[in-house]
Nanobody, 114 residues
Framework: QVQLVESGGGSVQAGGSLKLSCVTSTYIFSTCRMHWYRQAPGKERESVSIISKDGTTIYADSVKGRFTISRDNAKNTLYLQMNSLKTEDTAVYYC????????WGQGTQVTVSS
């Protein structure tokens, strides 16, 4: 069974930073593009960022310039560095993998207060 385990969520004031991590298997990490999604209360889940196996990245306009996605292939770990956080970034953040995405983590809560 494929597992993606996120960590690093928490509460922070606006303007602050958080770094999310997601660990998965070697097979998934070496085979698939990796994603970060988020879902705010009362809203649909949205794509935040994507990173392909070769390191190519894509960002949602709402986070461009503030968030950085990266991957450590030696540790099978995906990261999301979030800087200059805004209250509207409050959401549950999910790590996901492969086309679809097919595989999802359990999510980690990020709360940004004013």
């Amino acid at each position: 069974q494929v597992q993606l385990v996120e960590s690093g969520g928490g509460s922070v004031q606006a303007g602050g930073s958080l770094k999310l991590s997601c660990v998965t298997s070697t097979y998934i990490f070496s085979t698939c593009r990796m994603h970060w999604y988020r879902q705010a209360p009362g809203k649909e889940r949205e794509s935040v960022s994507i990173i392909s196996k070769d390191g190519t990245t894509i960002y949602a306009d709402s986070v461009k310039g503030r968030f950085t996605i990266s991957r450590d292939n030696a540790k099978n770990t995906l990261y999301l560095q979030m800087n200059s956080l805004k209250t509207e970034d409050t959401a549950v953040y999910y790590c996901a993998a492969c086309l679809g995405p097919r595989y999802w983590g359990q999510g980690t809560q990020v709360t940004v207060s004013s």
